[in-house]
T-cell receptor, first 116, second 114 residues
Framework: EPEVTQTPSHQVTQMGQEVILRCVPI?????FYWYRQILGQKVEFLVS????????KSEIFDDQFSVERPDGSNFTLKIRSTKLEDSAMYFC??????????????FGAGSRLTVL | GNSVTQMEGPVTLSEEAFLTINCTYT??????LFWYVQYPGEGLQLLLK?????DKGSNKGFEATYRKETTSFHLEKGSVQVSDSAVYFC?????????????FGKGTLLTVNP
């Protein structure tokens, strides 16, 4: 069964460092997403991406965050200067299309980011 | 705005017990409702969904019915197994506006003991 692959599974970084989280979405999917879950809190939407541009972003997704699809397979989330509060599990997801009402997202296993 | 409230966990049951995980929502219009499950070390997997009022989603013995009058989408299973141990997330997506964004609950950890 096709799956979304995320790397690394766990990254530890120092505050102020740049971090890049990588995702390989399902090959025929057109829409890509990042979500995050701070420990003990809800899974939160960060950003959606379609046709090489951001479709929607939340208020969490500020200037410190950026996304990119550098080639035909990878989808990356970059945090320029990490803060302690960026520590979370980051989930990548992709979907085939934008069918009204029933669009199903396939999620990766997540990348745990720990900022010290 | 949209929101999802799930019953607080963790929930611990014995094998073959009946499971209910409550989920209520607040949304405008007619959202689609989902249950996702996360097994240890894996990603969020869609368990079941319902796209309109009175629809019943079902999969792997789990069921949930879209109740517009009570704005609920409670997850049930008649007889749980050890392999059902996981975190369960209730989620919605609005019918209007963005089709991309899911709003999740906090998740409920279920542990089933043999």
């Amino acid at each position: 069964e096709p799956e979304v692959t995320q790397t690394p599974s766990h990254q530890v970084t120092q505050m102020g460092q740049e971090v890049i989280l990588r995702c390989v979405p399902i090959s025929n999917h057109l829409y890509f997403y990042w979500y995050r879950q701070i420990l003990g809190q809800k899974v939160e939407f960060l950003v959606s991406f379609y046709n090489n541009e951001i479709s929607e972003k939340s208020e969490i997704f500020d200037d410190q965050f950026s996304v990119e699809r550098p080639d035909g397979s990878n989808f990356t989330l970059k945090i320029r200067s990490t803060k302690l509060e960026d520590s979370a599990m980051y989930f990548c997801a992709s979907s085939e299309g934008r069918q009204s009402g029933a669009n199903v997202l396939t999620f990766g296993a997540g990348s745990r980011l720990t900022v010290l | 705005g949209n929101s999802v409230t799930q019953m607080e966990g963790p929930v611990t049951l014995s094998e073959e017990a009946f499971l209910t995980i409550n989920c209520t929502y607040t949304a405008t219009g007619y959202p689609s409702l989902f249950w996702y499950v996360q097994y240890p070390g894996e990603g969020l997997q869609l368990l079941l969904k319902a796209t309109k009022a009175d629809d019943k989603g079902s999969n792997k013995g789990f069921e949930a019915t879209y109740r517009k009058e009570t704005t609920s989408f409670h997850l049930e299973k008649g007889s749980v197994q050890v392999s059902d141990s996981a975190v369960y997330f209730c989620a919605l997506r609005s019918s209007g506006g963005s089709n991309y964004k899911l709003t999740f609950g906090k998740g409920t950890l279920l542990t089933v003991n043999p």
